[in-house]
C-alpha cells in the first residue's frame, strides 16, 4: 500500500483547499482512508475518515467545512477544506486500513498505512 498526499500550501483564512490522498497497491474505494493532522511536538489528531462503501465521519472541529470525497476512477481520496481558520494550519495526513473497525475510526493506531504529509498554513 503506497499513499500519497498532495495539496497542501498557504491560503487566507476563510479561503478553500483541496487535499488529495493518492492510493497505489490499494483499492481506496474499498477500504477506509483517514485524514489526520499535526501540528510540532504535538500527536496527530482525526480530521476525517471515509469507510466502504461510503460513510463518512469527522471531527467536529471541521465538521460542516470540510468534506471527504473518493474518485475511484483515480483510485483518490479528497479533502475538501472550505472556510478555513488559522486553528486548521497543520501538516495534514492521509492514512489507510484494510480492517477498520466502525468505532474506531477515529483512532489513528488503527491505520497501518500513512502517506507523507502535506502542510497547510492558513493566515489570519
Known amino acids: 500500500v503506497q499513499l500519497q498526499a498532495s495539496g497542501g500550501g498557504l491560503v487566507q483564512a476563510g479561503g478553500s483547499l483541496r487535499l488529495s490522498c493518492a492510493a497505489s497497491r490499494f483499492t481506496a474505494s474499498r477500504r477506509t482512508v483517514g485524514w489526520f493532522r499535526q501540528l510540532p511536538g504535538k500527536e496527530r489528531v482525526f480530521v476525517g475518515a471515509v469507510m466502504w462503501p461510503g460513510s463518512t465521519y469527522y471531527a467536529d472541529s471541521v465538521k460542516g467545512r470540510f468534506t471527504i470525497s473518493r474518485d475511484s476512477t483515480k483510485n483518490t481520496v479528497y479533502l475538501q477544506m472550505n472556510s478555513l481558520e488559522p486553528e486548521d494550519t497543520a501538516v495534514y495526513y492521509c492514512?489507510?486500513?484494510?480492517?477498520?473497525?466502525?468505532?474506531?475510526?477515529?483512532?489513528?493506531?488503527?491505520?497501518?498505512?500513512w502517506g507523507q504529509g502535506t502542510q497547510v498554513t492558513v493566515s489570519s
Open positions: 492514512a489507510a486500513s484494510t480492517t477498520m473497525i466502525t468505532g474506531q475510526v477515529r483512532n489513528r493506531t488503527m491505520y497501518p498505512y
